[in-house]
């Protein structure tokens, strides 16, 4: 067993770091005018082109840093750290792309990789959330061997500046679950109404309607009747940088908070001698370190698993979903003692520690609540017991 980064994990990091560091100085503008200027965002993403973090999750040969999963929760870990969502300027497309046909990635991944285009995910309606097997939204044929496409979208995250949408849609009469490509300049395509959130985040998340939507049959992305097992698959890659993100963001929490209690003199000495604090600094070195070694582990397992085994999926993603439940509910609790141990000016905005608290809250709810987690824990522990899910991989299953 090796719990030490190489050097080339180190050197990711460091870059990674570096980039959070470009990044940070534009926390302050997007908190207080609810998003950036057009400068500042192209400023940004000459940052992730310089120090080549653009696409983490998509191949060298089409554009992206082509990082394994291991390498990309080394990054996220670290972007993780900015508030305002700022992590989410650093492009990464959504992984049901790594479907597309050599067309498709012509017009969506390549340039999308590069910077030029954006996707967002469109799977929750008003009435499919936790259940997006029940999405309504439906893809009926017409006479030309396409589709029109009808329904509604809700939380579209980085929908109001996506140029082009992955839809699960219902394949009609059949009713196939499938993924479509719907360029968001198609006639039809409107957004309806873009909610303010308890965060404040770089970019929106718009409800959409689509209303009769012609596509031709080469919207259609990994196959008519793939759409779940794309959605899971996608559920999976980003529960794990969820896990990274989360923690690096309760890393920033608790350094802000220890270097306060140290500085911070009530009672005649820095709260940081007081024991309830230091109970506060204790639990949440535990709640980081536990979760942090957990994702590194489980990430590594993702890049030695065998892709041919399907049982062995089955199994990451639970463990998946323990990393997500995890960091997620871990980092809430780190981020609300920062805030404890700020006293009143954890509530201020203009401190870090009150951001990161406000935006910590969606990760027990989005790409899967907590609850949703743990049934998809138990759930397998039921079906295929717990050994795999509680020890580590056997040589044997290794590549
Ligand atoms: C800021 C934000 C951004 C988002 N971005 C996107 C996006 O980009 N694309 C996208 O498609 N979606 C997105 N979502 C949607 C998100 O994935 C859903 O909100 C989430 O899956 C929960 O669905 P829901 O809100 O409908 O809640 P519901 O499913 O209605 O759940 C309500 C409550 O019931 C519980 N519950 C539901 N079913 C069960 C069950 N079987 N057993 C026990 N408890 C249960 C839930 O855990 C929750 O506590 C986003 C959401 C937010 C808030």
Same mark, same amino acid.
């Given at each position: 067993?090796?719990?030490? #980064? @190489?050097?080339?994990?180190?050197?990711?990091?460091?870059?990674?770091r570096?980039? /959070?560091?470009?990044?940070?100085?534009?926390?302050d503008?997007?908190?207080?005018?609810?998003?950036?200027c057009?400068?500042?965002? &192209?400023?940004?993403?000459?940052?992730?082109?310089? $120090?080549?973090?653009?696409? !983490?999750?998509?191949?060298?040969? #089409?554009?992206g840093?082509?990082?394994?999963?291991l390498e990309?929760?080394?990054?996220?870990?670290?972007?993780?750290?900015?508030?305002?969502?700022?992590? =989410?300027?650093?492009?990464?497309? &959504?992984?049901?792309?790594?479907?597309a046909t050599?067309?498709?990635?012509?017009? #969506?991944?390549?340039?999308?990789?590069r910077?030029?285009?954006?996707?967002?995910?469109?799977?929750?309606?008003? =009435?499919?959330?936790?259940?997006?097997?029940r999405?309504?939204? @439906?893809? $009926?044929?017409d006479?030309n061997?396409? #589709?029109v !496409?009808?329904?509604?979208?809700?939380?579209?995250?980085?929908?109001?500046?996506?140029?082009?949408?992955?839809?699960?849609a219902?394949?009609?009469p059949?009713?196939?679950?499938t993924?479509?490509?719907? =360029?968001?300049?198609?006639?039809?395509?409107?957004?309806?109404?873009?909610?303010?959130? $308890?965060? @404040?985040?770089?970019?929106?998340?718009?409800?959409?309607?689509?209303?009769?939507?012609?596509?031709?049959? =080469?919207?259609?992305?990994?196959?008519?009747?793939?759409?779940?097992?794309?959605?899971?698959?996608?559920?999976?890659?980003?529960?794990?940088?969820?896990?990274?993100? /989360? !923690?690096?963001?309760?890393?920033?929490?608790?350094?802000l908070?220890v270097?306060? &209690?140290?500085?911070?003199?009530?009672?005649?000495?820095?709260?940081?001698?007081?024991?309830?604090?230091?109970?506060? !600094?204790?639990?949440?070195?535990?709640?980081? @370190?536990?979760?942090?070694?957990? /994702?590194?582990?489980?990430?590594?397992?993702f890049?030695?698993a065998d892709?041919?085994?399907? /049982?062995?999926?089955?199994?990451?993603?639970?463990?998946?979903?323990?990393?997500?439940?995890?960091?997620?509910? &871990?980092?809430?609790?780190?981020?609300?003692?920062?805030v404890?141990?700020f006293?009143?000016?954890g509530?201020i905005?203009?401190?870090?520690?009150?951001?990161l608290?406000?935006?910590?809250?969606?990760?027990?709810?989005w790409?899967g609540?907590s609850?949703?987690?743990?049934?998809?824990?138990?759930?397998?522990?039921?079906?295929?017991?717990?050994?795999?899910?509680?020890s580590?991989?056997?040589?044997?299953?290794?590549?």
């Open positions: 067993m090796e719990f030490a #980064y @190489t050097p080339a994990l180190l050197e990711l990091k460091n870059r990674a570096d980039l /959070t560091e470009r990044i940070l100085p534009f926390e503008e997007c908190e207080q005018n609810n998003g950036l057009e400068q500042s965002h &192209a400023a940004i993403k000459q940052a992730v082109l310089d $120090t080549g973090l653009q696409a !983490i999750n998509t191949p060298a040969e #089409y554009g840093a082509g990082l394994s999963i990309q929760v080394v990054v996220q870990d670290e972007l993780g750290k900015l508030t305002n969502a700022l992590w =989410d300027a650093v492009w990464r497309p &959504a992984n049901p792309l790594a479907h050599a067309q498709q990635r012509e017009r #969506y991944l390549i340039p999308e990789a910077g030029e285009r954006r996707d967002a995910v469109a799977i929750s309606e008003k =009435d499919a959330g936790s259940d997006f097997s999405a309504k939204t @439906t893809a $009926t044929p006479n061997g396409g #589709y !496409i009808n329904g509604e979208k809700w939380f579209v995250t980085v929908g109001d500046v996506a140029d082009f949408l992955i839809v699960l219902y394949v009609e059949e009713h196939e679950p993924m479509f490509l719907i =360029d968001v300049d198609t006639p039809g395509v409107k957004i309806t109404n873009v909610p303010r959130y $308890t965060h @404040t985040f770089v970019y929106e998340h718009p409800e959409f309607v689509f209303d009769n939507v012609h596509v031709t049959s =080469d919207a259609v992305l990994g196959g008519v009747g793939q759409g779940l097992e794309l959605t899971r698959d996608w559920f999976t890659e980003e529960r794990l940088m969820i896990g990274a993100r /989360t !923690i690096g963001a309760a890393e920033r929490a608790l350094t908070a270097e306060w &209690a140290r500085e911070r003199v009530q009672g005649g000495e820095p709260i940081i001698n007081r024991q309830l604090i230091q109970g506060m !600094i204790a639990d949440s070195v535990v709640d980081i @370190t536990t979760n942090r070694a957990l /994702t590194h582990q489980v990430a590594w397992e890049d030695n892709p041919n085994d399907a /049982t062995m999926r089955k199994t990451l993603h639970a463990k998946a979903a323990t990393v997500k439940l995890a960091a997620s509910e &871990a980092s809430n609790r780190v981020v609300d003692r920062a404890q141990i006293g009143g000016r509530y905005r203009d401190y870090p520690v009150e951001r608290w406000r935006e910590l809250r969606v990760d027990r709810i790409e609540t609850e949703i987690q743990r049934l998809v824990i138990a759930n397998e522990a039921n079906k295929r017991g717990l050994e795999n899910l509680l580590f991989p056997n040589p044997a299953d290794e590549k």
